[in-house]
């Protein structure tokens, strides 16, 4: 079963940024990365995990309203990794983020927009 890692999370203030990466476990073959839909997903304290972005094989991203233009998502298939680019973080969007896809999920990590 595949393994997903997140990294990159942490306290930002609001208004910062941050950049998450999530990493396909070594037993991954690049090319079967690379036709696999990746998103990522964030689950607030006390409310339901929510989706945030999916990026497809060819590169196309589709995101939920509330972060467009905002957040980016982006995929390297040689280093079997997808990124979430987040820009002027809300205290509201405090939460883990999972990364997901090829059937597997990561155990999350935990942004922290604060003051």
């Known amino acids: 079963q595949v393994q997903l890692v997140e990294s990159g999370g942490g306290l930002v203030q609001p208004g910062g940024s941050l950049r998450l990466s999530c990493v396909a476990s070594e037993g991954t073959f690049s090319s079967t990365f690379s036709f696999a839909t990746m998103g990522w997903h964030r689950q607030a304290p006390g409310k339901q995990r929510e989706w945030v972005a999916n990026i497809n094989r060819l590169g196309g991203p589709f995101y939920t309203d509330s972060v467009k233009g905002r957040f980016f998502i982006s995929r390297d298939n040689d280093k079997n990794t997808v990124y979430l680019q987040m820009n002027s973080l809300k205290p509201e969007e405090t939460a883990v983020y999972y990364c997901?896809?090829?059937?597997?999920w990561g155990k999350g990590i935990l942004v922290t927009v604060s003051s």
């Open positions: 997901n896809g090829l059937g597997g």
